[in-house]
């Protein structure tokens, strides 16, 4: 669609590259690194006009997943980039952070790959909650994964579980997104048990964290607000749509 949409007449150019980046932050989570690098990285080379801050996010999330696996000077040098970047500073404090988690933090490579996490999406969990199980400990991708696969195959109990200790960790730069879905996912199943006022403050949670990326806050935060009208008057509102089913 967004290929589609290149030579469309009279497109907004600054909508169509926000969207270009959003879909590789949804590649990156539900196909793995190397279909989210295919679209970042034409992005980090020639970055649009518009939005100004896309070339430095496009470096940020490349350094993110080189780090994760394993591949410091590259993530070194790419977050590099982003902190000294002096036409847009939006990204520069998390560019900083990774730098600093790279000195002090090992990074072996992450045990995860993107066939797993393709085929959990595209074919449902199967066989591979115990593969992330095995990972877990190590990893907080896998851990995020692991109660992926449960909430995909119906098990809310377990799921929240997982999410809970995906939280409940110290992450470094490169595993900050693990760490904010796991709120948005918390969110939902506390919604999902009619606990609005947890929904909402779990929804708040992760839009403190994503309020770096133009309009994405906009998007958890408008989710918080809905969970806190449910709240006060549930019967005033449709019923909401709310966990991922299994495929």
Same mark, same amino acid.
């Given at each position: ?21 959003? $879909?590789?932050?949804?590649? +990156?989570?539900?196909? @793995? $690194? ?8 034409? !992005? ?5 006009? $518009? ?17 994760? #696996?394993?591949?410091?000077? #590259? ?16 990204? +520069? ?12 933090? /090992? ?12 085929? %959990?999406?595209?074919?449902? /969990?199967?066989?591979?909650? /115990? #593969? ?23 098990? =809310?109990?377990?799921?929240? =579980?997982?999410? =809970?200790?995906? $939280? ?25 048990? @009619?606990?609005? +006022? ?10 403190? #964290?994503?309020?770096? !990326? ?5 998007? %958890?935060?408008? =989710? ?13 509102? &449709?019923? &909401?749509?709310?966990? &991922?089913?299994?495929?």
């Amino acid at each position: 669609v967004l290929d589609r949409l290149e030579d469309a007449p009279e497109i907004d150019r600054a909508s169509l590259e926000t969207l270009r980046c959003y $879909h590789a932050l949804g590649l +990156r989570v539900i196909a @793995g $690194h190397a279909a989210a690098r295919a679209v970042l990285e034409p !992005v980090a080379a020639a970055p649009p006009p $518009h939005p100004d801050w896309a070339g430095s996010f496009a470096r940020l999330e490349l350094a993110q997943m080189a780090a994760a #696996e394993g591949r410091v000077d #590259e993530a070194r040098s790419l977050a590099t980039r982003v902190r000294d970047d002096a036409s847009n500073d939006r990204f +520069r404090d998390q560019a900083k952070k990774l730098l600093k988690d790279l000195e002090k933090r /090992p990074t072996a490579g992450d045990p995860v790959t993107d066939a797993q996490v393709a085929r %959990l999406y595209a074919e449902g /969990p199967g066989d591979l909650t /115990p #593969e992330f199980d095995a990972a877990a400990e190590g990893s907080v991708r896998a851990a995020f994964y692991a109660a992926e696969a449960r909430l995909l195959a119906g098990d =809310r109990r377990g799921a929240l =579980r997982g999410f =809970r200790d995906v $939280h409940a960790r110290e992450v470094a730069a490169w595993d900050g997104i693990w760490w904010l879905l796991a709120s948005t996912r918390i969110g939902e199943i506390s919604a999902a048990d @009619g606990n609005w +006022r947890s929904a909402a403050n779990w929804m708040g949670r992760a839009a403190g #964290e994503i309020q770096d !990326v133009d309009k994405l806050d906009w998007l %958890l935060q408008g =989710r918080q607000r809905y969970f806190e009208e449910l709240g006060e008057n549930a019967a005033a509102w &449709p019923t &909401p749509t709310l966990l &991922p089913a299994a495929p």
